[in-house]
């Protein structure tokens, strides 16, 4: 069974930082693809990141380029979302995710989410 179970959001200021982590278990993900995904009041759920577990491949949303990263710590099983300079439209719900082979709109694997909220 697999299990993935977010922590760390919460409530910033615009131009503030959080990062929210990924605990993940049940399985070998050498050939997954981790990712993250956000759905904000009224919008569809979209993609934010990701990162492929085997060689820490990243790939990311235009709007967060520059902004977010995403990164892996093979030890713990865990994958963390480093978000800095952020807007008051990143405010969603962050859903970690995994998917075997390549990232999906639809993956497989979800978390159960956790709030970030950003004020300006």
């Known amino acids: 069974q697999v299990q993935l179970v977010e922590s760390g959001g919460g409530s910033v200021q615009a131009g503030g930082s959080l990062r929210v982590s990924c605990a993940v278990s049940g399985r070998t993900f050498s050939n997954y693809v981790m990712g993250w995904f956000r759905q904000a009041p009224g919008k569809e759920r979209e993609f934010v990141a990701a990162?492929?577990?085997?060689?820490?491949?990243?790939y990311y949303t235009n709007a967060v380029k520059g902004r977010f990263t995403i990164s892996r710590d093979n030890a713990k099983n865990t994958v963390y979302l480093q978000m800095n300079s952020l807007k008051p439209e990143d405010t969603a719900v962050y859903y970690c995710?995994?998917?075997?082979?390549?990232?999906?709109?639809?993956?497989?694997?979800w978390g159960q989410g956790t709030q970030v909220t950003v004020s300006s």
């Open positions: 990162i492929r577990w085997s060689d820490g491949y990243t």
């Open positions: 995710a995994a998917n075997q082979g390549l990232m999906s709109a639809s993956p497989r694997h």
